[in-house]
């Protein structure tokens, strides 16, 4: 009798921990969910000193930590539903959340310029919000690596760091994206990668990729694709030359092998661009007290996870870095009802480290999910 009653009451702690993780990932993938008016973002403030409107979740009065919590290249930035939800949550877990408005990464632009703006943004806050304490970036993919470049370059200022589906080269990191190949694996990805990386990839750097009458009008399909607006995309593309539509479809559905030198030549001409906007010549600037949390999906097709062991390695001895390679995630979002437990066992993992991000005592730990 006590053993079945101990096993029902095991079950039903299960259930209560384990419905709110369920609910997040349901409602987060539908773009509905909303934990509470109270923990809804702020009106918009204006930081002119950066270029930059802010938004908060949380207040000021009652938060010790500050989450800075950079989106990845999407047209809808702070503004998608999945970035509030999770904005809320961190709300509701104690923290206050600054989302920047970043034009640039709403328009897929890529830019060191954007990094400078970032710097000024976090320079400028105290002025906007108080004095801040325990100050951390959240950054997700692309976003990631930007996140390293302020800490590395504002070692002072930063005293946390989260990386999801980021990268420690972004150069490594296109190369996966246009061709499916990482140095840091034995063969070409078991299925084509996504063709966000090819699709950015060409929108950035068209006037070299692209033939020379298509290219205006290609910038504006690929930037209307970018934008979700697939049916507006098909009606314009009646109006690219024989040769503009063979480069299309290259973006859209894969590069054979023998195109991939068209596009790793940008790669190679540039190389001390992507070099500004990759973590890895940086990685000795970070703050010795920094606690760093990386965060990738074994299945990503967009970015490898590669990326992520290979900062592990390169930050083996920094004092204070947790690290996860999970199925549970794809790129950013968790994979949900078809893993639920391991979904569960990622809910726990990162609740627990975002509770320790707030405590002043870390420690090391290494772990695979």
Not at 77 to 91: E, L
Not at 142 to 149: C, E, N, R
Not at 187 to 215: C, H, V, Y
């Amino acid at each position: 009798m006590l053993v079945g009653f101990l096993a029902l009451a095991g079950l039903a702690a299960a259930a209560a921990w384990l419905y709110p993780a369920i609910r997040f990932i349901r409602l987060t993938q539908k773009g509905v969910y909303s934990p509470s008016s109270r923990f809804a973002a702020g009106p918009q403030i204006d930081v002119p000193e950066a270029g930059i409107a802010i938004r908060l979740y949380g207040n000021p009065a009652v938060c010790s930590s500050t989450l800075v919590l950079l989106p990845g290249l999407h047209p809808n930035g702070i503004h998608d539903p999945r970035y509030q939800a999770f904005a809320q949550t961190c709300a509701r877990a104690g923290f206050l959340v600054v989302a920047p408005d970043i034009q640039a990464f709403r328009e897929f632009r890529i830019e060191t310029e954007t990094v400078d703006q970032l710097l000024c943004l976090i320079e400028a806050l105290p002025a906007h919000l108080g004095s801040l304490q325990n100050l951390g970036l959240f950054g997700v993919s692309y976003a990631a690596g930007i996140a390293f470049l302020i800490a590395a370059r504002k070692p002072e200022k930063i005293n946390f760091l989260v990386s999801v589906g980021g990268y420690g080269d972004l150069s490594r990191a296109i190369d996966f994206g246009l061709t499916g190949f990482h140095p840091e694996r034995k063969q070409i990805a078991s299925r084509p990668p996504q063709e966000w990386i090819r699709m950015i990839f060409a929108f950035n750097f068209a006037e070299k990729l692209t033939p020379p009458r298509d290219g205006d009008l290609l910038r504006e399909i690929l930037l209307l694709r970018l934008n979700l607006k697939e049916d507006k995309a098909g009606e314009k593309e009646a109006g690219l030359s024989q040769e503009g539509k063979q480069f299309l479809n290259l973006i859209m559905n894969g590069i054979p092998e023998n195109e991939f030198e068209r596009f790793r030549v940008i790669l190679r001409e540039r190389a001390d661009f992507f070099r500004n906007l990759s973590p890895e010549p940086l990685l000795s600037n970070l703050g010795a007290h920094l606690r760093i949390i990386l965060l990738h999906g074994r299945n990503d097709d967009l970015i490898p996870y590669e990326e992520t062991l290979e900062l592990s390695r390169r930050l083996s001895g920094h004092a204070h870095v947790h690290s996860c390679i999970t199925s549970s995630l794809t790129h950013v979002d968790a994979k949900g009802a078809e893993d639920l437990l391991g979904a569960f066992r990622l809910f726990l993992w990162v609740r627990t480290l975002l509770r320790e991000v707030t405590s002043p005592t870390t420690f090391a730990i290494r772990r695979r999910l």
